[in-house]
């Protein structure tokens, strides 16, 4: 696990500023800890007091609102860390992180965390551009809920994955409405309509871009198509 643990930390785009000495030192400071399906890391409004590194498994981290409808955020999986920007204030979570199948988790308490940032400059740099970095993501979105389409805002977000993914991205009708704060019917409406346009074809949990051009007009253009 201490392996898994240094392997993981190396490549992370964090703790892979820190000097090896310092990191492997850091290791030590971690609590291990396996957890069963259905059970929770932390709640909503939980107070954020440990970060996370998942060594194996799979967890799903959600909100939910006033009314009690929960939303899914994102999937995390083997080798992802997450709860560290909460770590900053130690304020309180703002969803909450659920186990999908068993896991095993190294977690590290807001003590360590702050310590670490106290002592290395560049740790803190790091964790500022990152930060700055999403303040920027949600401002796109913000952006693009405003004065986009739906039709506009999935061919933006097939873009977006076709630049990491490649021409087959691996997402569902469920996950991009999730992303997009839009039903899963609507989604399937706007992707019969791209795949009508001869830019993608849809398979079972699949998208496949055929032009990437013509999302890119979709995009840009002034009014729905």
Request: aromatic share 6%; net charge neutral; proline share 1%.
């Amino acid at each position: 696990m201490t392996y898994r643990l240094e392997d993981i930390l190396s490549r992370h785009w964090l703790f892979g500023s820190l000097p090896e000495r310092t990191r492997s030192d850091l290791i030590s400071k971690f609590s291990i800890k396996k957890y069963q399906m259905k059970n929770y890391v932390f709640h909503q409004d939980d107070l954020a007091e440990r970060l996370y590194v998942i060594l194996d498994g799979e967890i799903s981290v959600e909100t939910t609102s006033m009314s009690g409808k929960t939303t899914k955020i994102t999937h995390l999986s083997k080798g992802e860390i997450f709860g560290e920007f909460a770590l900053i204030d130690e304020g309180l979570r703002s969803a909450s992180a659920i186990i999908v199948r068993p896991t095993t988790l190294a977690s590290l308490s807001a003590q360590a965390f702050h310590q670490i940032m106290e002592e290395q400059p560049e740790f803190a740099k790091s964790l500022l551009c990152v930060l700055v970095a999403h303040i920027r993501q949600s401002n796109q979105q913000i952006e693009s809920l405003v004065t986009l389409s739906l039709l506009q805002r999935t061919a933006r977000l097939l873009l977006q994955l076709a630049k990491t993914e490649g021409d087959l991205i691996n997402i569902t009708q469920q996950q991009i409405g999730e992303r997009l704060f839009a039903s899963r019917e609507k989604v399937n409406i706007k992707l019969k309509k791209l795949e009508q346009l001869g830019a993608i074809s849809t398979g079972h949990g699949k998208i496949q871009i055929h032009n990437t051009e013509h999302l890119a007009r979709i995009v840009d253009a002034d009014d729905d198509i």
